[in-house]
């Protein structure tokens, strides 16, 4: 079996942790003997690549200063400008022009299509030229464009009816699917990105080393993440608690939150720690004693679509706190395997991880019962199993 992972991004270089659960899902395919290959645009002039034993190729598709449409921020964000839905057109007619003619060598069985749109029409022209069946995996950010621009329904829905296999990162996406057109959705969610589940003996022995409170975020600066919300809470948390909130990552808001964090007078508990290695983001997964994500609808009507994040926290036995919204709920279980608290509500935020912090017996159960959750539900191999199923599936139609 030969398949072509079709993706906006794909991890610039071996450190690099952009979707690093691309990786982990194909190394887990490649075991059970699939030949896999990516198919995935250059960014700022990058050529073929081969990361982590995995072949990328990469094809150009405008000026090299100016090929930043995906990575980053994202496309989906991007194209909110009017520089980036030009650079948009050339993206898509050079990697139509690039995909057919390496399907055309490679002759794959299946092109396994992640973020359909735009990547669906490539991966339609390529399956009436070549016979390939056509697998579409929906993460939910292209589904926000379709309230923005009404075309892409259109779009979606003919590439969903012509596809082969449909899945989905969340029950929440695949809602989402759904209203667009009836279909079959499989959803199928993604494990840990940062490794293995851990043992709680390892985050104990770990944690030891660092008794200070510690409250964790990792993700983007941007306005669905809602990490405004858990530094308005801070003033709240830290007049009960000596502690310190971790923001892992970068973005476009970082400064307004530098801003909110100097105004409420707790920017001496909060450090901001950039982009980190996997190695690095292990340590601090370990030595987190709660970790937050205060996800929101924000003003496009985009929300997480899963929260791997929360998967990777509760995979070092840390306990969860996170709002109420999107796919979040596929993972956490208010009380079960973590708390859920009201979106955009610093007050209700504050409350739990003051709770969590100060009752070790519920933390402790949390996390544990968390983990066993992620275990069942969110291992690789499973996951990867699946969807070795749908593959198989998809090719005896033929």
């Not at 306005?223 to 892992?248: N, Q, S």
Request: charged letters at 25%; glycine letters at 6%.
């Amino acid at each position: 079996m030969k398949v072509c992972f079709v993706t906006s991004v794909f991890p610039r270089g071996e450190n690099d942790p952009t979707a690093s659960w691309i990786i982990e899902i194909i190394h887990r395919l490649q075991a059970r003997g699939i030949d896999i290959k990516v198919f995935c645009p250059s960014f700022k002039g990058l050529k073929d690549q081969h990361i982590h034993s995995i072949e990328a190729r990469r094809f150009r598709y405008f000026f090299k200063n100016q090929e930043d449409l995906t990575h980053d921020q994202g496309a989906p964000y991007k194209i909110r400008e009017a520089r980036y839905r030009f650079i948009a057109i050339f993206y898509v007619f050079f990697g139509l022009i690039h995909f057919l003619r390496y399907c055309r060598k490679e002759k794959f069985d299946i092109l396994h299509v992640q973020w359909p749109f735009p990547h669906a029409i490539w991966a339609y022209f390529a399956s009436l030229l070549y016979k390939a069946k056509t697998v579409l995996t929906f993460h939910g950010a292209e589904l926000l464009l379709v309230k923005s621009y009404p075309f892409v329904r259109h779009f979606l829905k003919h590439a969903i009816r012509h596809a082969d296999g449909i899945t989905s990162n969340s029950s929440f996406t695949k809602s989402r699917i759904l209203e667009i057109t009836d279909t079959t959705v499989n959803v199928i969610g993604f494990g840990p990105a940062v490794g293995e589940i851990q043992s709680a003996v390892k985050r104990e022995h770990a944690k030891k080393a660092n008794p200070r409170k510690q409250i964790l975020f990792v993700g983007r600066f941007i306005e669905r993440k809602g990490t405004e919300y858990l530094i308005k809470a801070m003033p709240e948390i830290v007049d009960k608690i000596d502690c310190e909130l971790v923001l892992v990552g970068v973005g476009d808001l970082e400064g307004e939150l530098r801003q909110i964090a100097e105004d409420l007078g707790v920017e001496q508990h909060i450090k901001f720690a950039g982009v980190l290695s996997n190695e690095e983001l292990n340590t601090r997964y370990r030595e987190a004693d709660v970790f937050v994500l205060p996800a929101i609808v924000d003003s496009k009507g985009d929300t997480e679509g899963l929260g791997v994040v929360l998967i990777e926290a509760l995979a070092y036995n840390t306990p969860v706190i996170a709002s109420k919204v999107g796919g979040i709920i596929d993972i956490v279980k208010h009380r079960e395997t973590g708390m859920l608290v009201p979106e955009k509500d610093p007050s209700a935020l504050a409350t739990a991880v003051v709770e969590i912090l100060t009752n070790d017996e519920l933390a402790m159960r949390l996390a544990e019962d968390g983990n066993r959750f992620i275990k069942e539900k969110f291992d690789w191999d499973k996951l990867a199993g699946q969807l070795h199923d749908i593959y198989e599936q998809v090719l005896a139609r033929r």
